[in-house]
């Protein structure tokens, strides 16, 4: 009787061993899907910056709306690591007060260069709620995972930081909203 306790203890050792090493597994391969997703998303919002700084110097647009999107999309790029989701919402919020109304993006399509521009714009814009969608929902799995006791109990986290979520505003203006085909 013994011999067959020791075998059992044995074998939910083992068990209890392979769950744990299968479970901070997972949490690494979260953790990479989170460096992953928010080295896309860094460059996402950096070629968002890019293109409107472009647009902004192209002299495609007229002084004031030039100036606003260039000061937004500097500040963008600029931005610490702290303020950088403000940064990006100010650019966001700055882009659909110059592209609020489709006729300023059929101006901007009027002149030489201005039809590649605005497809440029439009994909880029397109792309930042996509990449940070995807940050977001690799921070949830991994913050879900996080959150068991198992996890918490036997420190699978080890010392990587909390994922944080990158919360911003990234509402796209009317005017590159709906461009099919774009």
């Known amino acids: 009787m013994t011999v067959t306790l020791i075998v059992w203890i044995v074998v939910a050792l083992i068990a209890i061993g392979v769950y744990l090493s299968w479970t901070a597994g997972r949490l690494d391969r979260l953790h990479s899907r989170i460096d992953a997703a928010r080295a896309a998303l ?3 919002l950096l070629r968002r910056a890019s293109v409107t700084q ?3 110097t192209s002299g495609v647009l007229d002084p004031a709306a030039s100036i606003v999107l260039y000061e937004a999309a500097h500040a963008a790029r600029q931005a610490e690591e702290d303020q950088r989701e403000v940064a990006e919402s100010e650019l966001s919020a700055a882009l659909r007060a110059v592209f609020g ?3 300023q993006m059929e101006a901007v ?3 030489p260069g201005g039809q ?3 497809t440029e714009l439009a994909a880029a814009v397109r792309r930042v709620p996509m990449a940070r969608r995807f940050h977001n929902d690799s921070v949830r ?5 996080r959150r068991h006791r198992t996890v918490r109990l ?3 986290a080890g010392h990587a930081p909390f ?3 990158f919360e911003m505003d990234d509402a796209p203006p009317v005017a590159l909203a709906d461009r099919p085909g774009a």
């Open 54 to 56: 472009e647009l902004a």
């Open 141 to 145: 799995a991994a913050r879900a995972l």
């Open 116 to 118: 590649d521009a605005a």
């Open 101 to 103: 109304e489709p006729a």
């Open 42 to 44: 860094d460059a996402q």
């Open 109 to 111: 399509k009027e002149v």
């Open 154 to 156: 036997f420190r699978l």
């Open 163 to 165: 994922p944080l979520a």
